[in-house]
């Protein structure tokens, strides 16, 4: 008898492995799935304790504590523009116990440290985008500068006569900031501050012509007079600053650079799991605390679905890599 083909039988038993592995891991999943959490849940924010993302993520922790009965704990693992608290969920068990909050600063990092400790593509699994907001050009109140529309021809106008200020260097305000400057083909300079407060303060006191701030930072001023808002930088306007325009309404077709937060686990996470845990933070969105918090902030929310919250996170990797490079930004 003409003994069989190695290659045939090779295929044979890797076929019959990867059934019998199937095999075992479909119940496994089922009931992991069916009676998750069964442990106390991890949620890691990569910010310090006190901030408005560690609020939020204490309240969402709140809610979901609630509904599985089962402990949310908060864990606070700043450091590195967020990248210590991304390298850790990235290195845990892909079983859902180990969650990241985070803003659109982990799409920011892997333009900024093309040496990561983890795999900006296989590293994070998306479970949600929570919601966006917008960042805002505001200048003083008797700044020559009018409109958005007026900022954009005076600036094109002038090259290198305006000065913006930021957060610091690498933060989603810089960034804007940046992308508008390449979109608008305009070049302005760039006075990075540690923070919001010294940026603004700077602002009111003359020092810079244009500041550009998260929505939480700049509501205090605009709401008592001390500040003027041109635009915000989101592709549609914000419900809370509804007379604001965009900058593509005033003549920057294309442009959008919103803050966003988002909820990962670890790559390799099961999908099923995942969809899980999207659908467990869609009913926990419905708490009024944590829809205190999401105003709070600024954001309109979306609790986009893990395929298009995952499209995002990868589309702003590349978009904020290509405007990074060009730019030749450095964090600080």
């Known amino acids: ?116 400790p983890y795999s900006a593509e296989t590293g994070l699994a998306a479970v949600t985008t929570l919601g966006h907001a917008p960042n805002v050009a505001v200048v003083r109140p008797d700044s020559p500068i009018r409109s958005a529309s007026d900022f954009l021809a005076q600036v094109r106008a002038q090259p290198g006569r305006f000065t913006y200020g930021s957060a610091g ?63 915000v930088t989101s592709a549609t306007r914000t419900a809370l600053l509804p007379d604001v325009p965009t900058f593509a309404e005033s003549g920057l077709a294309g442009y959008a650079a919103p803050v966003w937060y988002g909820i990962f686990v670890a790559g390799g996470t099961p999908a099923p799991l995942v969809q899980q845990l999207y659908q467990s933070i869609q009913r926990a969105a419905d708490s009024e605390e944590f829809r205190k918090r999401i105003r709070a902030e600024g954001l309109t929310l979306t609790l986009d679905p893990p395929a298009a919250a995952d499209a995002l996170y990868r589309a702003d990797i590349a978009k904020w890599k290509k405007v990074i490079h060009v730019q030749s930004i450095k964090a600080d």
């Open 169 to 231: 260097n690498g933060t989603s305000t810089h960034l804007a900031a940046e992308l508008l400057k390449t979109t608008a083909k305009v070049f302005m300079v760039h006075v990075p501050y540690r923070g919001a407060t010294p940026a603004m303060t700077d602002l009111m006191g003359g020092q810079i012509d244009v500041a550009f701030g998260t929505l939480p930072s700049v509501a205090p001023y605009l709401a008592n007079g001390k500040l003027r808002a041109l635009a």
């Open 1 to 116: 008898m003409k003994p069989s083909n190695p290659s045939i039988v090779f295929r044979r038993r890797h076929l019959i492995l990867a059934a019998g592995l199937a095999c075992a891991w479909a119940p496994a999943l089922a009931q992991t799935t069916s009676n998750f959490p069964a442990k106390p849940v991890r949620l890691v924010v990569p910010f310090p304790a006190g901030g408005g993302t560690d609020t939020m993520a204490r309240a969402l922790a709140d809610s979901l504590s609630k509904m599985w009965g089962q402990s949310v704990i908060v864990d606070n693992k700043a450091g590195a523009g967020t990248v210590v608290g991304n390298d850790f969920v990235s290195k845990s068990a892909p079983d859902g116990l180990t969650l990241l909050l985070n803003t659109s600063a982990v799409a920011i990092v892997p333009g900024l440290n093309p040496r990561l």
